[in-house]
């Protein structure tokens, strides 16, 4: 079941867009804390935003703009503006459609459809300190270069980026691993993580995961 986040001022808009989607079988995740809606959307883990360009302690451009650079998750804009500037911002910022109220339920129903069917290929992919992550392929990718990880590798990249801000035990990463029927031990572990490390740090990713002692990882945003 795909996950919507919705950011939208007016209360009555923002039930009603709930029930809709609800009703449409889709899990629904209603953000009012404007300032930390980055942060609630990252750690929400949603398919799809759709965000009011209106916010009362934010604006939905800025939001769209930071979003835009940890995620490639599809985004649509929902505003009472009809202006042309504020949906070439949008478009401009990275959204992948744009709304305006009052809509049609059935179309903005369609809206979504579309944006998901559209996005379907990208949305595994990942965006660290501007470098997209692609875990199909094993690869990270820059505006210059690419590196190939080896499946063990990025499934430790993937846990440490999908903890970001964490710290991730040993024992977390180990079981992580065996979930994904690759049977290391310790030490092979170890082995793992040096050898992500020295790739990354040729990629221009020094440093970026820490080590502390007793407890485990932390992958760091530069």
């Known amino acids: 079941m795909k996950k919507i986040a919705i950011l939208e001022d007016d209360t009555s808009i923002a039930l009603e867009l709930k029930e809709l989607l609800k009703n449409a079988g889709y899990q629904v995740l209603v953000i009012t804390d404007y300032e930390k809606s980055v942060e609630l959307i990252l750690k929400g883990k949603v398919d799809l935003a759709i965000l009011d360009i209106n916010l009362p302690t934010a604006n939905g ?63 595994s992919s990942l965006i660290y300190n501007n470098i997209i992550v692609n875990p199909s392929k094993g690869i990270l990718q820059s505006e210059t270069s690419e590196l190939s990880l080896t499946k063990n590798e990025m499934i430790i990249f993937l846990y440490l980026l999908n903890n970001k ?45 820490e080590t502390r002692k007793g407890q485990g990882y932390k992958l760091l945003w530069k």
Request: charged residues 30%; aromatic residues 6%.
């Open 61 to 123: 451009e800025i939001i769209l703009k930071e979003l835009r650079k940890k995620t490639t998750m599809p985004i649509i804009m929902l505003t009472s503006r009809v202006t042309e500037v504020d949906e070439i911002l949008s478009m401009s910022y990275g959204a992948d459609d744009y709304i305006t109220k009052p809509y049609n339920p059935t179309i903005l129903l369609l809206r979504i459809q579309n944006v998901l069917k559209r996005t379907e290929n990208t949305t």
């Open 165 to 209: 801000g964490n710290i991730v035990k040993r024992d977390e990463l180990m079981t992580d691993l065996w979930n994904n029927n690759e049977y290391i031990n310790d030490n092979a572990l170890t082995v793992n993580i040096s050898r992500l490390r020295t790739k990354l740090e040729e990629f221009g990713l020094k440093d970026v995961i």
